[in-house]
């Protein structure tokens, strides 16, 4: 009697939970739908040095207009020799190839972001270091990791083109939004140098500047660079037409100290898309401090922050500012509206990150991982 009931009391409690099956196979639909439209932080971990305590090891994504919410982890690639994850150097993205590249110590991957699969990793001699790719989405000038040269770069393929080999300490890379110069920054010199893209070769220089190259922005029309100096709180102007040195700003009522990482009291520059500002890191005071982006230059707030800022972003409205210890702050209140973080609840700091707008799981526009000008661009 009992075994013949069996059947009918597993087909009974089947029954019932067919209505909540389907509504959690709903959801999910929903969900990987919804991962694949919309506007979205992608952030590369280890994005400081190689420490895991800053989001572990992957590609976090972050949904922009649900408050910055976790959205999931890609697995990621590029490890040391010994197995454990590699520093990620850089971040950025070709429309379309439909893809993300991250630069680490050692090597480049390329990641799909409809498959979210690695399509390859390839080793480079020298290394690598923070890299740009063309507005068309084709080429990849790849820094070495602070040796004398750039690899040219085929985004497709990985495969070297080309080489500019003229440099002291390679690091930051900025391809202008015109697609005829490439920006190198050399921790090295005292000098930017421009590259010209038809030939891969370098023709002019801005400077000289007070100090090595770190890190730096421009203006959409490529007439101003924003330049982090070696011992500078603070950052300096040049002009890309005429190579000059413009201006030396110092952030007023803040000492100078000793900072845990980079070696230089500001790290991390941004413009903010309308051009009006410029947000600046301060790395021994932890905050991140505010000026006008157009002569004298003048400084107009400071904000402090959770740990030290190493970097930089902006989102493309021109609403969220991203410094690398975690922040979320609106722009135009400058408060701090939330904190980034994993699927574990922990907090998520980050130098490499990209905003990225997916329709279906195809890019249809990106940012860049330097807070740059966006006046009069698509």
């Avoid at 202008?176 to 110069?181: A, D, H, I, T, V």
């Avoid at 400084?299 to 410094?323: A, E, R």
């Amino acid at each position: 009697m009992k075994v013949h009931l069996l059947p009918l009391l597993v087909s009974l409690i089947f029954a019932a939970l067919m209505p909540f099956l389907q509504e959690k196979e709903i959801i999910q639909q929903v969900d990987v739908q919804q991962s694949n439209t919309g506007h979205f932080l992608y952030v590369a971990t280890p994005g400081i040095r190689d420490y895991l305590g800053y989001g572990g090891h992957g590609l976090l994504v972050f949904d922009i207009d649900n408050n910055h919410s976790f959205v999931k982890r890609i697995e990621t690639a590029g490890l040391h020799p010994d197995g454990t994850p590699s520093n990620v150097k850089g971040i950025d993205v070709s429309i379309p190839l439909n893809s993300v590249f991250i630069s680490t110590l050692e090597g480049l991957q390329r990641i799909d972001l409809n498959s979210e699969k690695i399509i390859w990793e390839i080793p480079f001699e020298g290394g690598c270091d923070r890299m740009s790719i063309s507005p068309d989405g084709l080429t990849m000038y790849l820094p070495s990791l602070e040796k004398d040269f750039w690899n040219v770069v085929n985004c497709e393929d990985g495969k070297i083109i080309g080489k500019i080999k003229v440099f002291t300490r390679a690091h930051n890379t900025i391809y202008g939004p015109s697609g005829k110069r490439v920006y190198m920054g050399d921790i090295g010199t005292p000098f930017l140098n421009v590259a010209e893209t038809k030939s891969h070769s370098l023709v002019s220089q801005v400077g000289p500047f007070s100090g090595g190259i770190r890190p730096f922005t421009i203006s959409s029309d490529e007439s101003r660079v924003f330049v982090n100096v070696n011992d500078l709180l603070g950052f300096e102007v040049g002009d890309l037409n005429t190579g000059k040195k413009l201006a030396s700003i110092k952030v007023e009522g803040w000492d100078k100290g000793s900072v845990r990482r980079h070696g230089n009291p500001s790290h991390g520059i941004g413009l903010t898309p309308d051009e009006n500002e410029i947000w600046l890191s301060d790395g021994y005071n932890m905050r991140v401090h505010v000026f006008s982006a157009e002569p004298p230059y003048q400084q107009l707030t400071t904000i402090p922050l959770q740990d030290m800022p190493g970097w930089i972003n902006i989102s493309l409205d021109g609403k969220y500012v991203y410094p690398s210890s975690g922040e979320v702050i609106e722009a135009r209140t400058r408060e701090i509206l939330t904190y980034l973080k994993d699927e574990h609840h922990n907090y998520v700091a980050s130098e490499k990150m990209i905003e990225i707008h997916l329709r279906e799981g195809q890019i249809v526009k990106a940012g860049d991982q330097f807070a740059m000008g966006y006046v009069n661009l698509p």
